[in-house]
Nanobody, 125 residues
Framework: QVQLVESGGGLVEAGASLKLSCAVT?????????LAWFRQAPGKEREVVAG???????LYTDSVKGRFTISRDNAKNTVYLQMNSLEPEDTAVYYC??????????????????WGQGTQVTVSS
């Protein structure tokens, strides 16, 4: 069973940076997983923030391009989300997601079978 544990959330002021981490217990198959970060703000649907494929292909939602960077460390079974120039609109619960069904790099949450518990990011103005 794959388990994902996020860390690194918190309360920051606008313009600050945070780095989220997600440790994935998937054994030696981690390198074949598609990984993504989603977020969900109160009253809104869960949306993809960034994703990274097994071959290091990446996707970003338009609102974070140039500010957020997703990366993975296959030796540590960990995926990261570096968030710079944070804005109040980035306030949400951030979830890590993983999938190894060979679906590419989905933008839809249904494309990921395993999820973390979420970490809160709050950006004050």
């Amino acid at each position: 069973q794959v388990q994902l544990v996020e860390s690194g959330g918190g309360l920051v002021e606008a313009g600050a940076s945070l780095k989220l981490s997600c440790a994935v217990t998937s054994g030696r198959t981690f390198r074949y997983y598609a990984l993504a970060w989603f977020r969900q703000a109160p009253g809104k649907e869960r949306e993809v923030v960034a994703g990274i494929s097994w071959s290091e292909g990446k996707l970003y939602t338009d609102s974070v391009k140039g500010r957020f960077t997703i990366s993975r460390d296959n030796a540590k079974n960990t995926v990261y989300l570096q968030m710079n120039s944070l804005e109040p609109e980035d306030t949400a619960v951030y979830y890590c997601a993983a999938d190894n069904r060979g679906l590419g790099l989905p933008r839809d949450s249904r494309g990921y079978a395993s999820w973390g518990q979420g970490t809160q990011v709050t950006v004050s103005s």
